[in-house]
């Protein structure tokens, strides 16, 4: 069972964070599998058939996974029907895949200058993460690097939204993002749980 409010914020003040994301964060049950079984099965058996991993490259995070939200500007306010499920994906084969596409696209753009939305969406590369779906080529002419980009973007937000579809998820907001590595997705948590103790701290 995910720790309580309370016990998360004892974990803020006394445990090393990378130690609160190795086990209640990257690890652990998720509040909403655990009022949904067949949810975890389903998500998982999706993402295997749409992306074609396999099903511990698949974790659960954000207020989904704590039954709260962890954001700092959101904690602690409760999972609730409305909330959206956030989805880690880890994978150096997709993740290498869409890097070499988009450093073709970049390399090839006069002047080397990418649209801001996408140049924006393709920095978070240094940190060993990326949301392909915010890939943004609206209005560029097509190119076959551009085209190459669009399937890598089109098959990310298809598989993602058609899971919003299925009945178990009752029409909720599922996003993924994509990490090279289970370290780079646990350097970025345990980054973002600083940011979170330091706003529980400034509020106390």
Same mark, same amino acid.
């Given at each position: 069972m995910p720790p309580t409010v309370s &016990?998360?914020?004892d974990l803020l003040e006394a445990a090393p964070l990378g130690t609160i994301v190795d &086990?209640? /964060?990257l690890a652990g049950d998720s509040f909403f599998f655990r009022r949904t079984p067949r949810a975890q099965v389903t998500l998982e058996s999706h993402l295997q058939a749409q992306?074609? /991993?396999t099903a511990n490259q698949v974790r659960l995070v954000g207020s989904g996974h704590a039954g709260y939200s962890l954001a700092p500007d959101g904690f602690p306010r409760t999972f609730s029907r409305? #909330?959206?499920l956030d989805v880690v *994906? *880890? #994978?150096d084969i997709l993740f290498d895949g869409l890097w070499q596409t988009i450093l073709r696209w970049h390399y090839g753009l006069p002047g080397r200058r990418m649209p801001a939305a996408s140049y924006d969406a393709a920095n978070r590369i240094y940190w060993g993460w990326i949301a392909p779906d915010r890939l943004d080529v609206s209005g560029l002419p097509r190119s076959a690097q551009i085209m190459a980009v669009v &399937?890598?973007?089109t098959r990310w937000f298809n598989c993602?939204? #058609?899971i919003s579809r299925n009945p178990i998820f009752a029409a909720r907001a599922v996003k993924g993002r994509l990490y090279r590595t289970w370290e780079h997705a646990r350097l970025y948590h345990i980054d973002s749980l600083r940011a979170l103790k330091e706003a529980v701290v400034r509020r106390e």
């Open positions: &016990e998360f914020r &086990e209640h /964060i992306l074609g /991993i409305a #909330s959206d *994906v *880890v #994978s &399937e890598h973007r993602f939204q #058609s």
